[in-house]
């Protein structure tokens, strides 16, 4: 005859000890479970990336319907328990009386309500459960609505970024000096507090709010300083408390929490508690690691199986808000602490090390936190470091000199090395399951539980798989970028962004190269992402660049080199003929060639000519045509309105203006356009990176053509009715292409990559979007937007570049 | 017996990069590493001849702008699956001037 459990709270602690316990014995109890929210337990960890809109409450969702019938446990949710009758042994509730042989309170924390005026309007409201998150994205839904975060430690954050995310004017305010003081020294609370500004995130610090003003809802904070900060919503995330009521009004021993024992038993033999309700030696946990301990231990204890919950040594990182963030342990100043600091402001990078007797006690990471799981497992052995006390703090992948494996570092955790910290899941279970046939991420977390809370930690345990399965392990990513690295050019780009690195060494140094100083695949292709990254900031670097590039002309078969100059959309003159013609003939030109892209072609130039007759092609008034370069080559045209009686729009005219608009630009490849008068489409727009064909009621644009190895036809981007608008659009695609696609991929291939919905919805539907990379081409051409010829021809060029060094045939004969 | 000629300035050649020096028997290509390490090979890639003053140099190897084919600048020989090489010439480097040991040259001449 099995007993008869209550359990009261049905949070993320109460889940895993049923879990615990079914799973020790699935019949030693009659389960009734009392929860006050009218739902499920679901990982209140995640109510973050759900405020924010990454994930939907159905994904959170912990335990369903079909698993609380599987295991018959009787379900009351939206029943708030009112009162403990100890004496009796029964729970009184909204629905009646049950009784119970043994009780288990996990009633959880309340969102702490800092005692001012106006704290109980319509419109401040906590951030603890799924009810909170839907009232802030109904405040959300207003349009420029702002929110006013009261308090900036962990919660405070996250909800602060996931309003911001989901369109919010917010300010966070903060009693303390930085933020997250509980956590971070002032240093890295100031990184933080400085990404956050970055931005568009306002904090206030040492922020002491009076009173909150409204009349039926909420309209404004007022700090003690007289400052007052309009407000649509008012988060309450100024800390938690045990919710304790129902133990304290049943006489149990409570102090700032339920006082439960290293059992999880309370002052009463048949009640025990867990979770952030209860009090364990002097600690009240906020953190879910030491939770689901206590979940293993209640669930032992209840089926007399010997258990003690041992109070874990915590760390916490930050999920939601996109910063990498590590703390652990002890990180206040004291006299026999010494520390050990790693900074790099300009890159974001914050590094700090407490060590009291050569033991690392405390470490504060921000922005690069790849070896924190190795700092972290130093502290909690407790062993003496001295040894590598002088490369500490560069990681595992320092010391002792080893040759740098990106696998390293994980390598080098042993095998009770703890990868998920919310699960408490080490190394060796992950490798268990792996020998078990466990072959990828979501197996794993299936059958371990290993990154199924928070998530921060996939890439660990994508590692771990890594060097258990060897050569097996099916990397669900693409090739990297060439030998000298394992990161694809994704990867690459991405680094170069947050981190903010704009040189070549300072790449290879950031990503761990293999080779001083990459190869000829690598470097122009770096080359390329810092010059689309950091256009006003970058300095092109020449001998990272192929020929063609670096010589401004197409290197051909004998070492000449063919000299092509623009034809504005196809378009010449008299004039720019005879010096064509004039050239050919100065300089003993062998080959003279028409073009698809609508030009002419010098070929068989001798290389320390080409200063000179950059020179003479300058002074008839011609530029470089590109015709060597990964940027715009040619905008081909048939002529419209102009002259053909088909012609719809003035077709050459608007391909002049996008040529001369995207003229110098630099891409992931060649980018070549046409615009065509009318739908017969005599400039063959539609194999075309863009193509354009001119109708009576405007511009239909397209893109994503080709017309070489593979032949593709465009896909539609939009119609529209204004000249102006297919220039926004051009240049818009262009620049989009430019930040995202892979070097060396033609925009068709970056296209079925991304698709062409995605493409549209920033080019097309959001005006905003589509100004902002229009802007930002600008930007970019503002250095770049200038002919190659008229610099290189410069004096200063001419010795030291296309002259011999020496010339020997003079002195042969001695 | 070396025939030291003074040819030019380190600081002539772009670090990672080379310049060519003229003889009757065709080019020689300077280059200069990244760390200052200078060689001198024949400027014409053991494939198709290729100006190896123009391809883009890494370490202490270039590779050929027309076919890609990766040269070690120290013993001029191809590198990975590819096989061949190019004649390689002494160099001194003393007081930031280069000095090319011009003797190997001068009796392809003779001869």
Redesign the interface.
């Known amino acids: 005859m099995s007993q008869k459990l209550v359990v009261i709270g049905a949070g993320m602690a109460s889940g895993r000890m049923l879990e615990e316990l079914l799973e020790l014995d699935t019949n030693a109890y009659d389960i009734t479970l009392f929860g006050a929210e009218p739902r499920g337990n679901y990982n209140r960890i995640m109510l973050s990336p759900v405020l924010a809109g990454e994930q939907t409450y159905e994904e959170i969702i912990t335990h369903d319907a079909d698993w609380y019938r599987t295991n018959g446990i009787n379900c009351r949710f939206g029943e708030t328990v009112v009162k403990i009758d100890r004496a009796n042994k029964q729970i009184i509730s909204a629905g009646g009386i049950t009784e119970y042989d043994k009780l288990v309170i996990a009633t959880g924390s309340a969102s702490f309500f800092i005692p001012v005026a106006g704290n109980d309007l319509p419109g401040v409201i906590g951030f603890r459960d799924f009810d909170d998150v839907n009232d802030m994205l109904s405040a959300a839904k207003k349009p420029a609505g702002k929110a006013v975060i009261i308090g900036g430690g962990l919660l405070g954050l996250e909800a602060a970024a996931a309003l911001h995310q989901q369109g919010m004017d917010v300010t966070v305010l903060h009693l303390m000096g930085h933020l997250m003081e509980r956590q971070l020294d002032p240093a890295a609370g100031y990184l933080l507090q400085k990404e956050l500004e970055g931005r568009g995130i306002e904090v206030i610090c040492q922020a002491h709010t009076n009173a909150i003003f409204g009349n039926d809802h909420v309209e404004a904070v007022a700090l003690e300083d007289g400052t007052i900060i309009d407000a649509d919503l008012v988060v309450m995330a100024a800390g938690i408390r045990p919710e304790t009521r129902i133990a304290t009004d049943a006489a149990l021993h409570v102090e700032r929490g339920i006082i439960v024992d290293d059992e999880m038993q309370t002052s009463d033999a048949n009640i025990w508690a867990l979770g952030e309700c209860v009090e364990h030696d002097g600690i009240v946990y906020g953190l879910v690691a030491p939770l689901y301990d206590m979940a293993k231990v209640l669930a032992r204890t209840l089926v007399n199986e010997p258990a003690k919950f041992i109070a874990p040594e915590v760390s916490t990182k930050l999920k939601v808000t996109g910063v990498d963030l590590f703390s652990a342990g002890e990180f206040g100043d004291a006299d026999e602490r010494e520390e050990i600091v790693f900074r790099d402001p300009a890159r974001g990078v914050y590094k700090r090390l407490i060590l009291e007797n050569n033991k690392i006690i405390g470490a504060v990471i921000y922005g690069d936190t790849i070896d924190s799981g190795w700092f972290f497992e130093k502290q909690k052995s407790g062993e003496d470091i001295s040894d590598m006390r002088e490369t500490l703090i560069y990681g595992p992948a320092f010391q002792g000199g080893e040759d740098y494996n990106p696998l390293a570092t994980v390598a080098a955790l042993s095998i009770d090395a703890e990868i998920c910290g919310c699960n408490g899941i080490c190394k060796g279970t992950i490798v268990n399951a792996i020998s078990a046939g466990a072959h990828d991420l979501a197996t794993i977390k299936a059958t371990t539980k290993a990154s199924a809370s928070c998530g921060s930690c996939a890439g660990l345990v994508e590692q771990v798989l890594a060097i258990t399965l060897g050569d097996e392990f099916e990397a669900p990513t693409a090739q990297s970028i060439c030998g000298c690295t394992e990161l694809t050019h994704e990867d690459v780009r991405q680094i170069i962004k947050a981190r903010s690195l704009k040189s070549i060494p300072s790449i290879m140094q950031e990503c761990d190269w293999a080779?001083?100083?990459?190869?000829?695949t690598c470097?122009?292709a770096l080359n390329y992402y810092m010059i689309a990254e950091w256009p006003l900031e970058y300095k092109d670097d020449?001998?990272?660049?192929?020929?063609?590039e670096?010589?401004h002309a197409n290197?051909q078969?004998?070492?000449t080199y063919s000299v092509m100059p623009r034809m504005w959309g196809g378009m010449t003159t008299p004039d720019e003929l005879r010096a064509i013609a004039d050239a050919a003939d100065k300089y003993n030109v062998p080959a003279v060639h028409v073009t698809g892209g609508q030009r002419i072609d010098l070929l068989g130039i001798q290389r320390q000519d080409l200063p000179a007759i950059w020179a003479d092609l300058n002074a008839a008034g011609m530029v470089s045509g590109h015709a060597y370069s990964k940027g715009l080559r040619t905008v081909k045209t048939c002529v419209g309105t102009d002259f053909c009686r088909f012609g719809t729009q003035d077709s050459t005219g608007l391909g002049i203006k996008i040529e001369k608009i995207l003229w110098g630009s630099w891409t992931p490849h060649k980018v070549k356009l046409a615009v065509s008068g009318c739908p017969r489409n005599c400039a063959e727009a539609t194999c075309k990176d863009i193509g354009i064909i001119c109708v009576d009621s405007g511009y239909e644009v397209s893109v994503a053509g080709a017309a070489g190895m593979e032949l593709i036809k465009t896909e539609p981007l939009a119609k529209v009715s204004s000249e102006q608008e297919a220039i926004d659009l051009t240049v818009a695609f262009v620049q989009l292409y430019r930040e995202h696609a892979r070097y060396l991929d033609r925009p068709y291939k970056w296209v079925a990559k991304v698709g062409m919905d995605w493409v549209r919805e920033r080019v097309v539907d959001d005006l905003g979007v589509r100004a902002a990379l229009c802007t930002r081409f600008e930007v970019s051409q503002s250095v770049y937007r200038k002919d190659p010829w008229a610099e290189l021809a410069k004096p200063e060029y001419e010795s030291?570049k296309w002259s011999?060094?020496?010339?020997?045939?003079l002195?042969?004969a001695? | 017996m070396s025939n030291w000629?003074d040819?030019?300035a380190l600081d002539?050649?772009?670090?990672?990069?080379a310049?060519?020096?003229?003889?009757?028997h065709g080019?020689v290509a300077?280059f200069r590493?990244?760390d200052d390490k200078v060689f001198a090979i024949d400027d014409a890639c053991p494939h198709?001849?290729?100006?190896l003053s123009?391809?883009?140099?890494?370490?202490s190897k270039v590779?050929c702008?027309?076919h890609?084919w990766?040269i070690d600048l120290e013993s001029g020989l191809a590198q990975g699956a590819d096989h061949g090489g190019v004649a390689t010439y002494e160099i001194l480097v003393s007081s930031g001037r280069i000095m090319l040991d011009?003797s190997r040259?001068?009796s392809k001449?003779v001869a």
């Open positions: 080779t001083s100083c990459g190869c000829a470097r122009p020449a001998q990272s660049r192929f020929v063609n670096r010589n290197i078969k004998d070492g030291r011999p060094l020496a010339d020997l045939t002195e042969a001695e | 000629i040819i030019a002539d050649i772009p670090k990672r990069g310049r060519v020096v003229k003889t009757s080019c300077i590493t990244i198709k001849k290729g100006p123009e391809g883009i140099v890494h370490g590779t702008p027309l890609n990766v011009t040259l001068i001449l």
